[in-house]
């Protein structure tokens, strides 16, 4: 079964740091492209960051490339989305999905599994 579950989000202050993380099943993590996906309320859903899991290839959205890393444990079928410098216009609630192939990597209709979310809040 093809599975995603995200988890760590929470509310934190303007400036501070959060670390979510998406458990894959084998077949949604191996030799697939996850990607982190936010959609805050009233708004489309953003792609913000994706890693190849093959290799740990990674690309980010010029709006978060200096302040989110995304990584990976291949050991436990993990990627993080480690979020720093955090502002109130992060608030959204963040989905991690999974896809084959590296191209259209931050389209949202590219990817065919999602998890169910995970909701950040920052305050200022």
């Known amino acids: 079964q093809v599975q995603l579950v995200e988890s760590g989000g929470g509310s934190v202050q303007a400036g501070g740091s959060l670390t979510l993380s998406c458990e894959a099943s084998?077949?949604?993590?191996?030799?697939?492209?996850i990607a982190w996906f936010r959609q805050a309320p009233g708004k489309e859903r953003e792609g913000i960051a994706v890693i190849r899991t093959l290799d740990g290839r990674t690309y980010s959205a010029d709006s978060v490339k200096d302040r989110f890393t995304i990584s990976r444990d291949s050991a436990k079928k993990t990627v993080y989305l480690q979020m720093n410098s955090l502002k109130p216009e992060d608030t959204a609630m963040y989905y991690c999905?999974?896809?084959?192939?590296?191209?259209?990597?931050?389209?949202?209709?590219?990817?065919?599994?999602w998890g169910p979310g995970t909701q950040v809040t920052v305050s200022s």
């Open positions: 084998t077949s949604a993590y191996t030799g697939r492209c």
């Open positions: 999905a999974s896809k084959m192939g590296w191209y259209s990597v931050l389209a949202e209709n590219a990817y065919s599994t």
